[in-house]
């Protein structure tokens, strides 16, 4: 999984292990890095929101703000992260997808120049489907919430 020559698990992900991770490439890989993982457990991702991302073109011109779907995704790619940590998931071309969107909120816009900072739990976790909670701040401030369960298409170990 990483370089580490004593196997430990990484406790961050910069933007070179993320990609190890998972395939989402520009323009659709929406989180910097994540600064805080606990296998199995819980990790926290960071999002630079910059102005030139190709959805602030249209939503809205004059009035820049980061779409909600958007943030979401933000907080599964956060969680899948974790999730190809925990595993052991880099170079595996492991494939996530959504399976439920629950009980989402949006309380606060975001925009450019905000540092959005993804907060994901495991509700419940192990083999095939996971279920998270997620929290999206910007300087503490809540701006979007959600529960939301994806399946983890973990390809076999090579035999």
């Known amino acids: 999984m990483n370089d580490d020559p004593n196997g430990a698990i990484p406790a961050e992900a910069d933007i070179a292990l ?6 989402h ?5 929406l989180i910097d890095k994540v600064v805080q993982i606990v296998p199995n457990e819980s ?5 630079n929101v910059t102005f030139n991302e190709p959805h602030f073109q249209g939503h809205f011109p004059g009035a820049p703000i980061m779409p909600g779907v958007t943030i979401i995704e933000a907080m599964a790619q956060t969680a899948a992260v974790m999730v190809g940590v925990s ?3 880099a170079d595996r071309d492991l494939l996530v997808y959504f ?3 629950d009980s ?9 120049g905000d ?6 739990t495991v509700k419940r976790g192990g083999g095939k489907v996971w279920k998270f909670h997620g929290r999206a701040e910007v300087e503490g401030e809540l701006a979007a919430e959600a529960e939301f369960t994806a399946m983890m298409d973990i390809p076999k170990d090579p035999a």
């Open 43 to 47: 990790a926290v991702g960071i999002k």
């Open 25 to 29: 490439r520009y323009p659709f890989l």
């Open 115 to 120: 540092v959005l900072q993804m907060q994901v």
């Open 99 to 101: 399976m439920a969107i």
């Open 87 to 89: 595993l052991g998931m």
């Open 18 to 23: 993320i990609q190890r991770i998972i395939p």
């Open 104 to 112: 989402a909120k949006f309380r606060r816009k975001v925009v450019p």
